[in-house]
């Protein structure tokens, strides 16, 4: 007899033994609206591990727009974009978000996620060449793995190491992909550098704003207005689960480049869209990162105000430029106990253990909204202040 399928799952003890000991941490059921606090098991916790970043989840308009288009449209489109599943409201979002980001078409997957396994997974072909970042999405690493190219990393936000690589593949097509912010780091892609190499070396430059857009540059587009490089962004993705408030993924580029991922993205053909109620929020959502700038401006100063705070406790903050302040604390069990006690004290975070982040560097990731008030920051500070002392992370 051959070895059983699920072995491996009777095998598998690691989440069982986590919550024996009470810290586990992972799959609370929220029981309330997503804001700067939340109802867990009936009781209020303060949030600082949200990716709502402009506080738009539960924004009355975005609400509304949503509401209308599952009054006009129904729930679903039953089906995939590429028979039935394609409706006026998916065509409108899609001129409106390419037009924001300054591209001339944009296409609509049913989630982030399946934006980069789409597109990068059929843009690069055999004998062809990703070069990733060394620190970027899982999603972005699902894409390439599931392409018949060949992918090489290089060492994070490093351009001496990116170099290498470009001058060691400079004989193939070449795509470089990074993150516009990256997710657990918090710091920001080095693109001008990353553009000169990529002109430089005859390649093309992929960036997953997800992180990114509505967040940074002057009008929220992103790590190319940041820069002001808009025109040396060949290809971005950009999802719409965090400061868009509601889920799916864009991907926009030249017109050739979507009509050619729109044809060729097994995650677009083979996956049913978007439900309407999800893209209505996404309209909604669109037009208020342009008519409510000041929600990015307050999100950047109360960002500013939290790194600086924890600098001052002790914490080393690495080299985060944005919203996601991450804090090194050490081990695997030190992130779950102090997950675990500052839950009891109410406030709701996130450990990002081993194999995330490499052994011995543990984080709490904390991130943060518009609209988080300067009572739920102090909060916030006071029980990071104790439990970082209580824990041997800060002095």
């Given amino acids: 007899m051959g070895v059983d399928i699920f072995s491996k799952c009777i095998d598998f003890c690691a989440a069982a033994d986590l919550k024996k000991t009470g810290f586990y941490p992972y799959f609370h059921k929220v029981e ?11 009781e209020k916790k303060v949030v600082v591990c949200s990716n709502n970043y402009l506080g738009l989840a539960n924004h009355p308009k975005v609400i509304e727009a949503s ?33 924001f980001v300054g591209k001339e078409n944009a296409i609509l997957f049913t989630t982030g996620h399946h934006s980069n396994l789409g597109a990068l997974s059929c843009l690069v072909g055999k004998n062809e060449v990703f070069i ?14 599931l392409s018949f190219g060949e992918m090489v990393r290089f060492r994070h936000n490093d351009m001496v190491d990116l170099e290498r690589q470009l001058i060691k593949y400079q004989d193939k097509a070449m795509l470089i992909v990074v993150d516009g912010i990256f997710s657990m780091e918090g710091d920001i892609a080095n693109f001008p550098e990353i553009s000169k190499l990529a002109k430089k070396y005859g390649a093309r430059v992929f960036i997953d704003e997800a992180h990114s857009l509505g967040v940074i540059g002057e009008n929220g587009r992103g790590i190319g207005e940041y820069f002001n490089m808009e025109e040396d962004e060949d290809i971005l993705m950009a999802t719409a689960s965090k ?11 030249k017109a050739e480049v979507i009509d050619y991922i729109k044809h060729n993205a097994r995650s677009m053909i083979f996956t049913a869209s978007l439900p309407p109620s999800c893209v209505g929020a996404i309209d909604a959502a669109l037009d208020l990162v342009v008519s409510e700038p000041e929600r990015r401006i307050n999100l950047m100063k109360t960002a500013n105000k939290m790194k600086k705070a924890f600098e001052s ?21 030190v992130a779950f106990k102090m997950w675990r006690v500052l839950f009891d004290e109410g406030v709701f975070a996130s450990p990002v253990v081993t194999p995330a982040v490499p052994e011995g560097q543990s984080i709490m990731r904390t991130s943060y909204m518009a609209t988080h008030s300067d009572s ?20």
């Fill in 243 to 253: 400061s868009l408030a509601s889920i799916g993924g864009f991907i926009a580029s």
């Fill in 32 to 42: 309330s609206e997503q804001g700067p606090e939340v109802v867990i098991n009936g």
């Fill in 67 to 99: 509401v209308a288009a599952t009054k006009r449209y129904g729930t679903s489109c039953t089906g995939s974009r590429f028979l039935n599943g394609t409706n006026d409201l998916h065509e409108k979002v899609e001129e409106k978000f390419a037009k």
């Fill in 132 to 145: 990733t970042d060394k620190l970027v999405h899982a999603s972005i690493i699902d894409g390439c793995r």
């Fill in 376 to 395: 739920h920051l102090n909060f916030i500070l006071e029980k990071f202040k104790k439990v970082g002392k209580q824990f041997g992370v800060i002095a």
């Fill in 313 to 333: 406790m002790g914490y080393n903050t690495n080299h985060s430029q944005s919203p996601i302040v991450p804090l090194t604390v050490g081990s695997d069990l």
